[in-house]
Each structure stands twice: as C-alpha cells, then as structure tokens.
T-cell receptor, first 111, second 116 residues
C-alpha cells in the first residue's frame, strides 16, 4: 500500500446521508477498513470489506468497493450529530499485517 | 474487560529528556503497533512488533525506541533525538495472522505528548 487518499472535510445536515470517499493505489489490497475517531480518542473500527466483495451493509452503514477504480466509499444513512468525527479508511495489502491509513475525513453534522 | 490501555493520557517532556509511553493489551494479540498522529494528517507508523522479542521500524522510527519483552506490553520511548515530538500517540494491537487473513487493529485511547 503506497498511498491512500481521502478528502479532508465533509459537512452534511442532520438526517441526510453522508458519503465519505477513499482511493487507494495498491491492487493487491486484501481487506479495506473504515475507522471512526472522536475528538481526543483512539480509533474505533466501524466495518471492513474483503476485496472480493462489492458491497457490505451494516445497519446505517454501507460500504461500496470498486476494485477496478480502486475506490472505496462509506455511506452513513440518516446522519446524526453523534456521527461527527474523523473517518479513516485503511488498506491491508499483501501477506503482511500492516495497515496503510488515509489522511482522514472530518465529518461535521449540522442541525 | 478486554482492551488496550495507554498511559499517561497527557505527558510533558522537557528539552533533552527521554520519556516513555506505556501500552498494555489483554486481548492475547501477537502483533502491536505505535502510530503518531499530527493535526490534519493520517496515522504514521513508528514501530511494530509481530511477536515477543521482535520488532521492526515503521515509516518514522528515527528518534524513537521500543521493546517487546512481554506479549502484553509494548512501551515506546521518545528520545531526545526526536526534535519535534509534540503529537498524539496511538498504540494498537491485532491478532497477527501470518497467512494474509483479516487483521483488524484495535486502538488504545492515545497519549498526547507536549514539549515544555
């Protein structure tokens, strides 16, 4: 995994859907992850997807993976103020254990 | 409760001083990691350890040292050679799968290091 890119900021209204995007460069990525970080805290795993899947849904969260374009997205339905945080995507590539993290997207939910 | 603990929550370093950040896990994980987080930047890997008594440098190891004498513990020392140590330091652990399997990393709450 050489490079994982995310946009820095996203602002949405409460109740709308949020879509956070991520692009990665390593075609040998095996697992891709989404983490959430609240202010002053560690990272909390939200979900992950195996590279042979196109989509994974978990309650309000939907992950879409486009392997051809090396594009990963996280959709949060009915976004709430408690969803305000930084969201990181990460990729695991090859046979090693290391993850490569993106720069993080700051999600701000407005009333 | 299983998890990862880091201490202290805040740490102050004087010029020329070495300081040690603690990381303990009771998840029975083989692999442990140290990351540095600066504002507006992602996580950068400092050191990682896949098994007791073994560790490797990450992307920004200069000015840092680690030890892994016990499976549960992976302390990080920030030495005086690290000229810009002010950052948020995160410790993580994972099962350590050696055949390319899923490898979720679980994170501690972090230690914020400030220079006096």
């Amino acid at each position: 995994g050489e490079d994982v890119e995310q946009s820095l900021f996203l602002s949405v209204r409460e109740g709308d859907s949020s879509v956070i995007n991520c692009t990665y460069t390593d075609s040998s990525s095996t697992y891709l992850y989404w983490y959430k970080q609240e202010p002053g805290a560690g990272l909390q795993l939200l979900t992950y997807i195996f590279s042979n899947m196109d989509m994974k849904q978990d309650q309000r969260l939907t992950v879409l993976l486009n392997k051809k374009d090396k594009h990963l997205s996280l959709r949060i339905a009915d976004t709430q103020t408690g969803d305000s945080a930084i969201y990181f995507c990460a990729e695991k590539w090859g046979g090693g254990n290391k993850l490569t993290f993106g720069t993080g997207t700051q999600l701000k939910v407005e009333l | 409760d299983g998890g990862i603990t880091q201490s202290p929550k805040y740490l102050f370093r004087k010029e020329g001083q070495n300081v040690t950040l603690s990381c303990e896990q009771n998840l029975n994980h083989d692999a442990m990691y140290w990351y540095r987080q600066d504002p507006g930047q992602g996580l950068r890997l400092i050191y990682y350890s896949q098994i007791v008594n073994d560790f490797q440098k990450g992307d920004i190891a200069e000015g840092y040292s680690v030890s892994r004498e016990k499976k549960e513990s992976f302390p990080l020392t920030v030495t005086s050679a690290q000229k810009n140590p002010t950052a948020f330091y995160l410790c993580a652990s994972s099962r350590g799968t050696y055949r390319g399997g899923e490898e979720t990393q679980y994170f501690g709450p972090g230690t914020r290091l400030l220079v006096l």
